[in-house]
């Protein structure tokens, strides 16, 4: 435990949640007219008829919008992501803690091709507000009639009931949502933050393009937080790691230690530029053997650096052609070692190979320096660095559901990264329980056979439940470790 848990003001109680009706009203007043174009709704939202609206408005949800829906409303833990973002709350009473909570910006967006709409700077000290706020946001995008019957709303050309994304920004000084009530408004604190995203290692990937992520490419990531974990651990002393698999095609690292989320933008740009390895500098990294490891134990042969023709030109690439004061073609003797090993098989034989044919140089050659930049090339972690470094950056929240892959983001313990499988998290659907295939109809065949087949899809699916649900609780159990 790393503090005194206070106790959640989680309560649920409809006097709370008339109030948070009238808070999403008000959001609606307040957006930004950048955030949102051509936003004309205006509402008339009588609060006796709160519930037989809101049963009109889920019967307007479609599927996909429901079940967004009820996963937001029966499934993600808001409890635990109240008690992990108020971790470093002021004082030891529940309101210190709430008063804290406040503070904190959230946003929540929607992704369409042709338009993103963004509300950002929501906050409330209550954890249930921010539910209703991607989840019940009745006025945001429906119509109440005068006779009382919700209408969808179109905004920019695509109608949209739920929100799909759901955002955590810093902690500022006063509560966002009364920013413009304020002389000042700025973020003090922030968690120290590291996105990392697989196509920026596109360059050095052959499994997967773009947003595609494998279990293979998924490893460069794991490699980057065992890198980045073992790096400011023992230079900044930092401990509270939390690692996070985006649903999509990132992993996201947030750092927690009161003295992590205090730091200001200069030293965050510091502390970036000193993670940063320049791999084309002659300065030579600790950290090689750590790179190397991976490098020799998967890269080669995961990425075919040898075996596939467009791969192999850039592995030579990487080899100079003129080095040093005798200028050694370094890149023609590599490619001699491998047209002498053309017949050996393993990729990481002919690697071993070039290896020692370039010691035999090491008079002339400073060879861990030549073997540093091939490594690093391949490995050094791709940081996004404005994440980093900047305050106002937000990062998605840990348990949201991706609106692309309707994976969940899920909380992986650094142990366990090297063998979590990107392709192997609950969906949306499969939290839910609900099965794709519906097709169980069979009129053609006999009583028996039918009771058969039910029988065994009936223990299948609950099998299959079971599953999903373990799978779900593992997860939700990691995230409370946090707390
Ligand atoms: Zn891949």
């Not at 947003?211 to 980057?224: D, E, I, N, R, Y």
């Not at 053997?289 to 490098?295: D, G, N, P, R, T």
């Not at 994976?407 to 392709?423: A, G, R």
Request: hydrophobic residues 30%; glycine residues 4%.
């Amino acid at each position: 435990m790393w503090f005194n848990k206070a106790t959640t003001p989680y309560q649920s109680n409809s006097r709370i949640r008339r109030s948070a009706i009238s808070n999403q009203l008000a959001f609606i007043k307040k957006m930004d007219a950048d955030e949102i174009d051509d936003f004309d709704l205006t509402l008339d939202v009588d609060k006796k008829d709160e519930v037989k609206q809101q049963q009109q408005f889920v019967s307007t949800l479609t599927p996909e919008e429901q079940s967004l829906k009820k996963y937001y409303d029966e499934k993600f833990p808001w409890d635990l992501l109240y008690e992990w973002l108020s971790f470093n709350h002021f004082g030891d009473s529940s309101d210190g803690q709430s008063e804290y909570f406040g503070r904190r910006e959230f946003s929540v967006s929607y992704t369409r091709p042709d338009k993103q709409i963004v509300l950002r700077n929501r906050s409330s000290p209550d954890v249930n507000n921010i539910k209703l706020l991607i989840n019940d946001l009745l006025p945001a995008t429906t119509v109440v009639g005068a006779s009382g019957e919700v209408k969808r709303k179109t905004i920019g050309g695509s109608g949209r009931l739920v929100y799909d994304k759901l955002d955590i920004g810093p902690v500022y000084n006063s509560e966002p949502i009364k920013k413009d009530s304020v002389t000042s408004y700025s973020p003090v604190e922030r968690e120290l933050v590291f996105d990392i995203d697989i196509n920026d290692y596109d360059e050095v990937r052959a499994c997967c393009k773009g947003q595609t992520l494998c279990s293979k490419c998924w490893g460069l990531l794991a490699l980057a937080a065992d890198y980045l974990t073992y790096q400011i651990n023992e230079c900044f002393g930092f401990e509270q790691f939390l690692y996070v698999f985006s649903g999509g095609r990132g992993l996201h690292i947030w750092i927690s230690d009161k003295s992590a989320v205090t730091l200001t933008y200069e030293m965050r740009k510091s502390l970036v530029s000193f993670l940063r390895m320049d791999h084309s500098s002659d300065y030579l990294h600790p950290q090689i053997e750590f790179f190397l490891k991976y490098f020799e134990e998967h890269m080669i042969e995961d990425q075919l650096l040898l075996s596939d023709e467009k791969q192999l030109k850039q592995f030579l690439e990487q080899f100079p052609e003129s080095y040093g004061k005798k200028k050694i073609n370094i890149r023609e003797s590599v490619e001699r070692v491998l047209e002498e090993n053309s017949e050996v098989s393993s990729d990481v034989e002919k690697w071993m190979a070039i290896k020692a044919s370039l010691a035999t140089l090491k008079e002339n050659i400073d060879l861990q320096e030549i073997i540093f930049r091939v490594v690093m090339y391949y490995t050094h972690p791709r940081i996004d660095e404005p994440v980093t470094i900047g305050f106002n950056h937000l990062l998605k929240s840990p348990f949201c559901i991706h609106p692309r892959t309707k994976k969940l983001c899920v909380p992986i313990e650094l142990s366990e990264i090297h063998k979590f499988d990107p392709n192997n998290v609950p969906t949306l659907n499969s939290i839910l329980n609900i099965n794709q295939d519906n097709n169980n109809n069979n009129n053609n065949s006999n009583q028996m056979d039918i009771d058969d087949e039910s029988n065994n899809k009936k223990k299948k699916k609950s099998k299959n439940q079971d599953n999903n649900t373990n799978d779900f609780q593992r997860y939700r159990k990691q995230f409370s470790l946090y707390n």
